[in-house]
C-alpha cells in the first residue's frame, strides 16, 4: 500500500509542477499570433497590427473595462486596435452557458474568450485587475496593471489612432 502512496504521491507532485514551468510574458518577448471567438462566436487574431490587448480572468476585471467604455461607441477598442480578451476557463459550462454568454452578448464590443485557458496561459494576470499589454509587431512594449476604469481610459486615450 505504502508502493502506490508513494506513485500518488509522486504523480500528484509532477501534475502540479507541470503548470510552473510556463513563464508568464515579460516585456521584450514577443507574442504568438492567437485567434479566439468573441461572444457572438467570430473570430478575432492577435496580430502584427494590435497595438494593446485588455486581459482579464475574472468578472470584477471584467467590470473595470466595461465601466472605462460604456459610454464610447461600440468600435472605440476596434478603432484603436485593442482587443479584449478574457480567460473564462474558471467559470463552470453552465454559468457561462446560461448567464455569462447571454449578459455578454447584450455588449457592444467584442471579448474574445479562452474558454479552455491554454492560449492565454502566458498572459500575466492579477486578482480583480486588467492587464494592460501593449505591443509593438507582436512584442511586448509594456505590461501594466490596473483595477480603475479612469487609469484604463487614461492608458487607451494615450494610445496613437
Do not use: C, W
Not at 15 to 21: C, H, I
Not at 100 to 119: F, Q, V
Request: aromatic share 8%.
Amino acid at each position: 500500500m505504502s508502493r502506490y502512496l508513494l506513485y500518488l504521491l509522486l504523480l500528484f507532485s509532477f501534475a502540479t509542477n507541470a503548470d510552473d514551468n510556463i513563464q508568464a510574458y515579460v516585456v521584450g518577448d514577443p507574442v504568438e499570433e492567437i485567434t479566439l471567438n468573441d461572444q457572438h462566436d467570430l473570430g478575432h487574431t492577435v496580430d502584427e497590427t494590435t497595438k494593446l490587448i485588455l486581459f482579464t480572468t475574472g468578472m470584477k476585471g471584467g467590470k473595470v473595462v466595461r465601466k472605462a467604455i460604456e459610454d464610447k461607441e461600440d468600435d472605440y477598442l476596434a478603432k484603436r486596435k485593442i482587443l479584449f480578451i478574457s480567460n473564462i476557463s474558471g467559470m463552470p459550462g453552465f454559468v457561462a452557458r446560461t448567464f455569462a454568454l447571454p449578459k455578454m452578448r447584450k455588449y457592444g464590443y467584442s471579448i474574445m474568450l479562452d474558454k479552455e485557458g491554454n492560449m492565454t496561459e502566458r498572459f500575466p494576470s492579477r486578482k480583480k485587475n486588467v492587464t494592460l499589454i501593449e505591443l509593438d509587431n507582436l512584442r511586448i512594449k509594456s505590461i501594466r496593471f490596473t483595477k480603475k476604469p479612469d487609469e484604463l481610459e487614461q492608458a487607451i486615450n494615450q494610445l496613437p489612432e
